[in-house]
C-alpha cells in the first residue's frame, strides 16, 4: 500500500504559507496537526470563513466572525460557547488555520 502523503508548507505558527495549496484534504491534515477531529459543523464553520474571506478580502475580529456566524447561520452557532466547543483553543484562530487561510491580526 502507497500511502498518499500531501506536501504544504506552513508558517512557525502552522498557517498554510500558500492559499492555493488548501484542498479538504490539505484541512484534514491542518485539523490532525491540531488536534482537532473535523465533524460536519466544523465544515460549516471552515466554509463559511473561506466565504467571509474571499468576499470581503480580510479576516474579522472575534466579534465580528461571532455576529457574522449568527446572522448567516443563526443564534445557535454564532455564539461563543458553541464555536469554543468546536475549536477549544481559539474559534477564530484554528478555524482560519485548518481553512488554509492566514492568521487573523487580531491573534496573538
Not at 492559499?19 to 466544523?42: G, I, R, Y
Not at 466554509?47 to 480580510?58: A, D, E, L, M, V
Not at 474579522?60 to 445557535?76: C, E, M, S, Y
Not at 458553541?82 to 481553512?99: E, M, R, S, T
Amino acid at each position: 500500500m502507497i500511502e498518499n502523503k500531501l506536501c504544504f508548507e506552513t508558517t512557525d505558527q502552522g498557517f498554510l504559507v500558500t492559499q492555493t495549496d488548501w484542498n479538504e484534504a490539505v484541512a484534514e491534515q491542518l485539523a490532525l496537526l491540531n488536534n482537532v477531529k473535523l465533524s460536519e459543523n466544523h465544515w460549516e464553520i471552515i466554509f463559511f470563513i473561506r466565504h467571509y474571506y474571499q468576499q470581503f478580502k480580510h479576516l474579522p475580529n472575534a466579534r465580528v466572525f461571532t455576529k457574522a456566524i449568527a446572522k448567516q447561520l443563526g443564534a445557535a452557532k454564532g455564539n461563543s460557547r458553541y464555536l469554543h466547543k468546536l475549536f477549544p483553543d481559539g474559534p477564530l484562530k484554528y478555524a482560519c488555520k485548518i481553512a488554509g487561510l492566514p492568521k487573523p491580526p487580531t491573534c496573538l
